[in-house]
């Protein structure tokens, strides 16, 4: 196996050992190269390949020492075929949370939350994707 040396910071690091320990991971090493195969994963589901598609995506970040906003102005403009709607809102006394609906292929909504994921000063990224063709209501 080929050894990969990355940067990340002390705390980062220190979770992720205590993770592996109470999850009974091998060690460090093992915990991320799950956590690489999920992620390269996420946007290869099949199913998923030439529909239309509903994104939402949260990001939390601290506006008192990032740039984060800007930065996640500017993708929105970039992105305006792609994003339908953008929500800011302040959380706590110094975090911020940008939510962005998303309408689009897997292609370019996975596109963009790797641009989003790649902004850095991000404290977390979450977000959903499902399909809105062939939508019928719930049934009672």
């Not at 002390?10 to 915990?31: K, P, Q, W």
């Not at 404290?123 to 209501?137: A, I, K, W």
Request: aromatic share 8%; with cysteine.
């Amino acid at each position: 196996m080929t050894v990969a040396s990355i940067s990340m910071p002390e705390e980062l690091l220190n979770r992720i050992d205590e993770f592996a320990d109470d999850h009974g991971y091998t060690g460090r090493s093992e915990v991320l190269r799950e956590a690489s195969r999920n992620l390269l994963g996420e946007f290869e589901d099949k199913r998923l390949e030439e529909r239309e598609l509903m994104g939402i995506v949260t990001v939390m970040f601290d506006y008192e020492t990032t740039s984060v906003k800007e930065k996640m102005m500017r993708l929105r403009h970039e992105h305006e075929d792609l994003v339908a709607s953008n929500f800011h809102s302040h959380v706590g006394s110094h975090y911020c949370m940008e939510l962005f609906v998303l309408e689009g292929s897997l292609e370019n909504i996975s596109a963009f939350v790797g641009k989003i994921r790649a902004t850095k000063d991000t404290l977390n990224v979450d977000y959903s994707v499902m399909p809105v063709d062939g939508v019928s209501p719930l049934t009672t």
